[in-house]
């Protein structure tokens, strides 16, 4: 029965998201319209079991009533419709209509509600610009998901379940009352405005806090994962102590919206009890009152007592019902700000793929600066022919690593086309474009899984043969066969920790390169794929990396200019312009800047007077 309840609703829909509208209803619907029907029929078995409760009140002041006056001998068979009916609606009616409310809301709502949301929320962010990543913390974007799932879900069942619930009950209770004696009523309405009153000025200043208070949780988990992320960073310059001041510093602006947070549900919980005390007096009092001037019987006085008790409990839960709904639309609010942002690179609507068959790139007045009006790459034609190899040189920000970027269109052009094979790149969708481009970048990085899947991530699928012969390949495949993780995982099964922490730099840098080995790509960019290893390293598979480049269009980024020597075609770029353009030796009879760097560079790497 639970596995039936659990499948009707699919936690992980095979639509593609798209951008979550920025209004807060909307943003709630986009997640919640493929589960209407389910939280219709909640708030249906809500408002039958809240209508049952109250009629129970009306049935025990009945009884009451009877009790007090009925005659022994014949109370059973004079009554015994009415109690075989409430029997049928207390051991039969209101267990089976909270089973299964219980049922629908833990198992068809509770858990599918928050996945559908992280998963639509995941997918739509791993779509988004690279720029996106570069201005926020990880571990806060990952907040938002998690925030977002859960305040979504909380936001809209409380709605529901309070809405629906002080309806049926609340008017449901003071129509019973207001039946027995209308006086004993007015004091229920009375109550109802202070208590909206109550509500009305402290719930919108508790919600501008919690919302407050999500961004200040998210900024705390950011800045807390950030440490852990550059943990190596932090070890090397002795500067715990400062990460330790830079985490208090958010952790301190937390506490600082916990604080007034916490005041204001002391003052609130003061009010409630003030409130609900003089109800209980009211009703009470005016309850002895008309029983003793004969207008009303013990029964109604029994069920006027026993609403406004009940009430007393129930405002109280009101009360944190909507303070969380508060809290937690807050939450929402803060994390739509992150999620609902547009990507700044998108795939047109008719984009088709990119056929590549044979590897001309051509660059026509190529424009991109960051957004500003001029600054890295203003004008820049370059055509690469079919299989050419060619090294790219400058000084720092000369433009090489954002001629890499655009390329692979991480960023959109501000003016200009790239086209590859006569198809303009804008015009094709990103992941057919950097399937046919094999990148090994100078910074590294590898997921937290293990060196096979790492490997294999290349193609996304390949089998153990296929891994093993791109490590050899890439001079990897003996020191793999000596690593062991924590858990006891060995070899290609060992996981290599978040960002591939803990192998060296060049085992990172072997692993990737065997990665495009696999991938083998009919484009490949190499941006200092050989930096992060030792010259007898370097040597062992730079003859591999030749065979690598074999019948493709390469680019290759470099500042140690002896690992590009040997390429078709040097480019040397200044200020995002091509200064020079030749063989080696064409360079170095030329006189220029690539000359003045080979002359000046030590160890085989580039030095300049600016420090790049």
């Given amino acids: ?13 095979a639509v593609e998201p798209k951008q979550p509208p920025q209004g807060l209803l909307a943003f709630c619907w986009y997640f919640t319209k493929d589960l209407w029907p389910y939280l219709l029929a909640v708030s249906v078995l809500v408002a039958f079991v809240s209508g049952l409760e109250v009629m129970l009140f009306g049935f025990m002041g009945n009884v009451v009533d009877w009790l007090s006056s009925a005659n022994r001998e014949t109370f059973l068979s004079e009554e015994r419709s009415t109690l075989m009916w409430m029997s049928f609606v207390i051991l039969i009616a209101l267990p089976v209509l ?5 049922i629908v809301l833990h198992q068809t709502i509770f858990g599918n509600y928050p996945m559908i949301i992280r998963w639509q929320a995941h997918r739509y962010l791993l779509g988004q610009s690279f720029s996106f990543y570069q201005d926020e913390f990880a571990g806060r974007i990952a907040t938002k998901v998690m925030q977002a799932s859960l305040g979504v879900r909380e936001a809209v ?5 309070v809405m629906v619930y002080v309806v049926v009950y609340f008017f449901g209770g003071m129509i019973l009352v207001a039946s027995f004696d209308f006086w004993m009523a007015a004091p229920f309405l009375i109550w109802l405005g202070v208590y909206s009153l109550v509500l009305r000025y402290y719930l919108p200043r508790m919600a501008d806090i919690s919302k407050r208070q999500a961004d200040a949780r998210s900024l705390m988990t950011g800045r807390i994962v950030d440490s852990y992320t550059n943990i190596m960073t932090v070890k090397l310059f002795a500067h715990a102590g400062r ?5 208090k510093d958010a952790m301190e602006s937390f506490l600082e919206t916990v604080h007034p947070q916490m005041r204001y549900a002391t003052m609130l919980n003061m009010w409630l009890n003030l409130i609900n005390s003089l109800l209980l007096f009211t009703v009470g009092a005016i309850g002895i009152w008309s029983w003793l001037g004969g207008a009303t019987s013990v029964g109604a006085v029994a069920v006027g007592a026993g609403l406004v008790l009940r009430l007393n409990g129930m405002s109280h839960w009101i009360m944190w019902e909507l303070s969380g709904m508060f809290e937690h639309i807050g939450m929402v609010q803060d994390a739509m700000a992150t999620i609902a942002q547009p990507s700044k690179v998108l795939d047109k609507p008719d984009a088709g793929k990119l056929a590549v068959s044979k590897g001309e790139i051509i660059i026509d007045h190529m424009q991109f600066n960051y957004g500003k009006d001029s600054g890295v790459i203003d004008d820049l034609s370059l055509v690469i022919a079919p299989g050419e190899k060619i090294g790219v040189v400058g000084r720092s920000g000369a433009g090489k690593t954002t001629l890499m970027n655009v ?8 003016g200009g086309m790239v086209a590859i094979d006569g198809q303009d790149i804008a015009g094709v969708t990103q992941d057919s474009l950097r399937s046919q481009i094999g990148v090994v970048t100078q910074d590294t990085s590898l997921l937290h899984r293990s060196v ?19 490590a050899k390949r890439a ?25 591939g922490v803990k192998l060296s730099g060049g085992q990172r840098q072997r ?31 730079q003859e591999n990396l030749f065979d690598l480049m074999q019948g493709k269009t390469v680019i290759a980024i470099a500042h140690r200019l002896s690992t590009i020597s040997a390429l078709d075609r040097l480019v040397v770029l200044d200020q995002g312009k091509i200064i020079e353009e030749g063989s080696h030796g064409e360079l170095i009879k030329q006189g220029g800047l690539y000359a003045d760097l080979w002359n000046r560079q030590s160890g085989g790497f580039i030095g300049d007077a600016s420090g790049g």
């Fill in 157 to 161: 069942l409380k709605i529901l379940d």
């Fill in 511 to 541: 692993i990737a390169i065997a990665r495009v080995f696999l991938k083998d790509a009919p484009i490949l960019i190499m941006d200092e794929a050989t930096s992060a290893l030792d010259s007898e390293v370097e040597a062992a598979i």
């Fill in 1 to 13: 029965m639970f596995a039936f309840f659990e499948k009707l609703v699919e936690p992980f829909p």
């Fill in 98 to 102: 909270t089973l299964f409310h219980s």
């Fill in 243 to 247: 990460e330790t001041a830079y985490a």
């Fill in 407 to 414: 390329l692979l269109r991480l960023y959109d052009l501000e």
């Fill in 475 to 499: 001079s990897a495949h003996e020191f793999i066969l000596d690593l062991e993780d924590p858990k006891g995982r060995t070899g290609y099964d060992a996981h290599v920790g978040e960002r």
């Fill in 452 to 470: 096979a899947d790492n490997i294999a991530y290349g193609i996304g699928e390949a089998s153990r043969d296929q891994v093993i012969a791109a």
